[in-house]
């Protein structure tokens, strides 16, 4: 990682991240193939996966829209932008969240993805969606 990106914040960026673990699954199937990558993934990952699971902070809050939505008959969510802040290194984006033509939610985060997230959060608390922490 530059510099530069160390600075601005890149090990924290899920994207980098994510990506980071993807090379190393990669690096791990060449070296030893598919089962040595479900050995790594079952040994190391998933191991606490029950405690992942608990916490709210991993849930994919725009699936559960989306379930919620689709099980209702009211279709997809759309996200719409409506801002971006700050310089392009530290931007922050805003979106909502309508349902039905109806806005139902707002977020805002260091990506459109996250503020996508947020809204979808946001609009779930709205909603009344008890799986919400």
Do not use: C, W
Request: without cysteine; hydrophobic residues 35%.
């Amino acid at each position: 990682m530059s510099k530069e990106e160390n600075l601005a914040g890149g090990r924290n960026r899920t994207s980098i991240i994510g990506d980071a673990f993807e090379a190393l699954l990669g690096a791990i199937y060449l070296d030893g193939g598919l089962e040595s990558v479900d050995a790594f993934v079952t040994h190391v990952l998933l191991k606490d996966i029950d405690e992942i699971l608990s916490n709210g902070n991993y849930l994919n809050f725009k699936s559960v829209l989306l379930e919620h939505t689709q099980g209702e008959g009211q279709g997809h969510p759309r996200y719409l932008p409506r801002s971006e802040e700050g310089p392009d290194h530290r931007k922050i984006f805003s979106v909502e969240v309508l349902i039905g033509g109806n806005k139902m939610g707002t977020g805002q985060g260091r990506s459109k993805k996250e503020a996508q997230q947020m809204a979808a959060k946001d609009a779930l608390q709205n909603l009344g969606i008890q799986e919400i922490q």
